[in-house]
């Protein structure tokens, strides 16, 4: 007798905002991911979780504030992308920041960066490639997806 295998339930998104921080002369800020958390020392974009009573623009300023010290102007979404990770399957909200107030402070004993076009930090979470690429199209420059890999 074969034993059946339990239908598999679809996974649930985590909902996540993420913030593109902007400086004028077009550096982003890239943080690592902390100790202790799945894919720690990868380079993202800040950003985190998003509460249920939250919209995207309020758990952004939650988030940057836990984590960065710092307090952002206004945030819309630019895009949406997800990405299925082995712990979780997310949603990333990604927002554009251009202003923003306070002294960037490591909270989570992340380390930071501000990148120039093409960043050198290696290796970026791959949830975040898709954002890259697009910036890139954006300065019209080329994007190469393994050059931003572990290895």
Known sequence: MMSAT???????????AVGIL????????????????VYA??????GGKIEASESVEQALRRELMEELGVTIG???????????????????????????????EMREGQQMA?????PTVRPVLPGALPVLEWL????????????????
């Open 136 to 151: 890139a199209q954006e300065r019209g420059q080329p994007f190469d997806p393994a050059c931003f890999q572990a290895g």
């Open 41 to 46: 020392g990868y380079w993202e974009f800040p």
């Open 6 to 16: 339990p239908p598999s339930t679809p996974r649930q998104h985590t909902e996540v």
């Open 114 to 118: 501000w990148q120039p076009w093409p």
């Open 74 to 104: 206004a945030a819309e979404v630019w895009k949406v992308t997800e990405h299925d990770y082995p712990h979780a399957l997310v949603r990333l909200h990604w927002c554009k920041v251009w202003h923003w107030t306070g002294a960037f």
């Open 22 to 37: 902007l400086r004028p002369d077009g550096a982003m800020l890239l943080t690592t991911r902390p100790p202790g958390k």
